[in-house]
């Protein structure tokens, strides 16, 4: 593993702004390390209990390039006209992606509201690419090269952002990001009210 090692399987807490892991680009994983089923276990279920549609690494301590997607939660949950908005080509996914590398974004973009459950009760729109090309390896350590566009598309450049150390946050324009200051200050020394084990810097 990576510095920051996942010694759990379990759903662990959620890092949250302000812990510097989160602005520090992730390394590769090797096929032969020997913790990396143990980090994607712990991911996916800390996902699933803070109910999210998407967690990489560094929000549960680890500096592996590594993270998950669950866009078919959303999916499920649509009325079949946003649906159709919404979703181009899939109808959902439940992937993981190690080593995930973007090779490609289309020209067209859309914005749409993103939140971080690293960063609790903020949410605002993100303008991101409609379509994209990630080569990545999968769970199992196969090489994939696939297209993914809409919301889908949308989750894992948000993800893929965590990996290297970016924020959906750095995307706002300058005046959204100075009016999100004083917020940004209270979740950092953890005075918000979370439904979800969240890790808040003063206690780390």
């Keep these: 593993m990576a510095e920051h090692e996942i010694i759990e399987t379990k759903a662990v807490p959620i890092i949250a ?13 090797s096929e032969k390390n ?13 996902l699933e209990t803070s109910g999210g549609v998407g967690l990489a690494a560094p929000q549960i301590n680890s500096s592996d390039k ?16 946003q649906k159709q908005t919404w979703f181009s080509g899939d109808k959902g996914i439940v992937e993981t992606f190690i080593n995930a590398r973007i090779i490609a974004e289309s020209e067209e973009n859309w914005s749409e509201s993103e939140g ?26 196969k090489p994939k090269r696939v297209q993914f566009s809409g919301f889908t598309a949308k989750v894992i450049l948000h993800e893929y952002d965590h990996t290297n150390g970016i924020l959906f946050i750095d995307h706002l324009p ?3 990001k100075k009016l999100l200051s004083a917020k940004l200050k209270q979740i950092a020394s953890g005075r918000v009210t979370v439904d979800y084990p969240i890790k808040f810097l003063k206690h780390s």
């Design 17 to 29: 702004y302000g812990n510097k892991i989160l602005r520090q680009s992730c390394n590769k994983v």
């Design 34 to 46: 020997n913790g990396l089923n143990r980090l994607i276990d712990a991911l996916w279920n800390t």
């Design 66 to 81: 590594v993270f998950v997607v669950n866009s078919k939660l959303m999916y499920d949950d649509l009325p079949d006209a």
């Design 116 to 141: 971080c459950l690293s960063i609790p009760g903020i949410v605002k729109p993100v303008e991101r690419s409609w379509e994209i090309i990630v080569e990545y390896f999968d769970r199992n350590f």
């Design 174 to 176: 300058a005046l959204s």
